[in-house]
């Protein structure tokens, strides 16, 4: 299974598109009525765009074959979740054969998915030589933030248990002024495809970040200078995290939350024995960047 697609409403959707479009070096997807498609290989969609006051995620889809896509169904049935099936609507608008949804202690809801389809033409991005690295992998990653403890716990147990990822390894410590626990989730060779932050503060938005991972050092470069130049802030400047090695920085999107361009990150690999705790987020860089 792999991070098929993410869902997003936001106040301004033209200047979402224009940050996906020109910083980051996205493309146009083809499905999604009423809402912006946006892609990063050669599936239909990958990013999806709609109108409304949250700025924040509004459903995922986490993409199964066809093999496991039923027990996928069963697990989250049996951990006793609500699962509704798509409406033929839903399950156009994402490009999919099949579809299930359900709510989550994360925020937005989960879409479990089988067969998201090819686009009708490869990607081809000018800024982004060689694109990105999505094969077996899923699109990138997405980090959710929680502020109340129960329901972190909760979302933990729906993580692990309800849709079977496995826990990488976790941060305890400090960003900033700020004491933060994270936990780091795979389910396939990507260092981790979601996570979840605990944070003892108001939170304007469960997303805290998105990151899509790029086939080279000079893409991540490049993809800096192009937020540099623009009119988004950029929350941390180039550095290299300590757990998944990622080479990467964030920019913050017009909607609020944070994008993560990276290259790089180590790989699961099984058995996995990588399971410990992290005090520091980088191993250099990664530092607040104040324009002149």
Known sequence: MELGYLGVEVTDRSALDRFFAEVVGLIPGETAPGMSAWRNDDKVQRILVGDGPSDDATFFGIEHDAESF????????????????????????????????????????????????????????????????????????????????????????????????????????TIGPMPVLARFYHCNSRHHTLAIAHVAAELPRALNHVMVETVNEENVGTAFDRAWQSDVEIDSSVGRHDNDRMFSFYAVTPAGFRLEFGYGAREITEPWTGNRRYDRPSLWGHQPLARP
């Open 70 to 173: 039923e027990s996928a169904v069963a697990r989250l049935t049996d951990s006793g979740v609500a699962v509704t099936p798509g409406s033929e609507a839903e399950i156009a608008a994402r490009g999919v054969e099949r579809m299930v949804h359900a709510p989550t202690p994360l925020g937005p809801r989960v879409e479990l998915a089988q067969g998201l389809a090819q686009a009708s033409s490869p990607f081809d991005s000018h800024v982004v030589p060689g694109g990105f690295n999505t094969a077996g992998v899923g699109f990138g990653h997405i980090v959710f933030q929680l502020s109340d403890q129960d329901r972190v716990e909760q979302a933990h147990e729906f993580v692990t248990k309800a849709l079977g990822f496995h826990q990488s390894d976790w941060f305890d410590g």
